[in-house]
């Protein structure tokens, strides 16, 4: 059984239901403000679907899917996670359970700028993997932070149903495009709406609050060569090896568009030496 829940609708682009400023920091690593909107969330959530939860033994949390480099909506995840937890705890009931999609494909495209078809020819070639065993015959949470065409849910879905996992699968976002004239590129217009210039990176990457995500990897591995050089030496010290060993997790060290900036980071760094 599928169901979905949003805590925001959008159906008008010029009246956004939330901080749209806001929206675009936590993209880019904020983590005040994943915290925020995580526990934003997760209360109503419990407001609304408390009832449900409390009538299941086990409950499944399950981020948005990666490999070794988490995306923005894990953070905002991991705190809807713990807002619900404390409701749990309350009522004396076991807390959420946690597993993962693991998602062994990347790409180096902008997917915020892409349209549905797209999209979906995208990540239909992802590799994803399920715990079926783990899953099967729960309540299970999927968290991302905003559905724009559905193209994730809908390849999650169908995964769902390629391995024959039965369960309550529920889809929660922070916000979801109602309004379906609008087109998916509205996406990015949300991503970038703060984040305009490598100052406005800087300021949020050296903040003590930021967490580490897939975007801003990224954005800083496919930039050009002359502004990577001013990233490198406009950023906190500890960040370059964090953001080299993410890189490398995720296998980006392979890929072709992001070879050399990379390499100019590890040499920079002296890693490995």
Not at 20 to 32: I, L, M, Q, T
Not at 89 to 101: A, E, M, N, T, Y
Not at 136 to 151: H, N, Q
Request: proline share 3%; aromatic share 14%; hydrophobic share 40%.
């Amino acid at each position: 059984m599928y169901s979905d829940f949003s805590r925001h609708h959008i159906d008008d682009p010029g009246q956004i239901p939330f901080d749209a400023a806001a929206y675009s920091k936590f993209k880019f690593g904020d983590g005040d403000i994943a915290r925020a909107f995580g526990q934003e969330l997760g209360r109503h959530f419990v407001e609304l679907h408390g009832d449900a939860l409390l009538a299941e033994e086990n409950i499944v949390f399950v981020p948005s899917p990666y490999h070794a480099i988490p995306t923005a909506s894990n953070a905002l995840s991991l705190f809807f996670r713990d807002e619900v937890n404390r409701f749990l705890f309350r009522h004396q009931r076991k807390s959420l359970l946690q597993s993962k999609i693991h998602r062994y494909k990347t790409y180096t495209v902008d997917y915020g700028n892409l349209d549905f078809e797209e999209r979906m020819r995208l990540i239909s070639s992802d590799t994803y993997h399920l715990d079926k065993h783990f899953l099967e015959g729960r309540m299970v949470l999927f968290i991302d932070d905003i559905k724009i065409t559905g193209s994730h849910e809908q390849i999650i879905r169908q995964q769902l149903e390629r391995e024959e996992i039965k369960g309550r699968f529920v889809f929660v976002y922070y916000a979801q495009l109602m309004n379906k004239a609008i087109p998916p590129n509205f996406e990015n217009y949300l991503n970038y709406f703060a984040v305009k210039d490598r100052s406005d990176l800087v300021t949020i990457i050296n903040e003590d609050n930021f967490i580490m995500n897939t975007r801003i990897i990224k954005y800083i591995l496919k930039s050009d060569p002359v502004d990577l050089m001013a990233f490198i030496h406009a950023l906190r010290e500890e960040r370059l090896p964090e953001m080299v060993n993410y890189a490398i997790g995720n296998n980006y060290h392979l890929m072709e568009d992001y070879q050399h900036n990379l390499m100019l980071i590890t040499n920079h760094i002296n890693y490995g030496n």
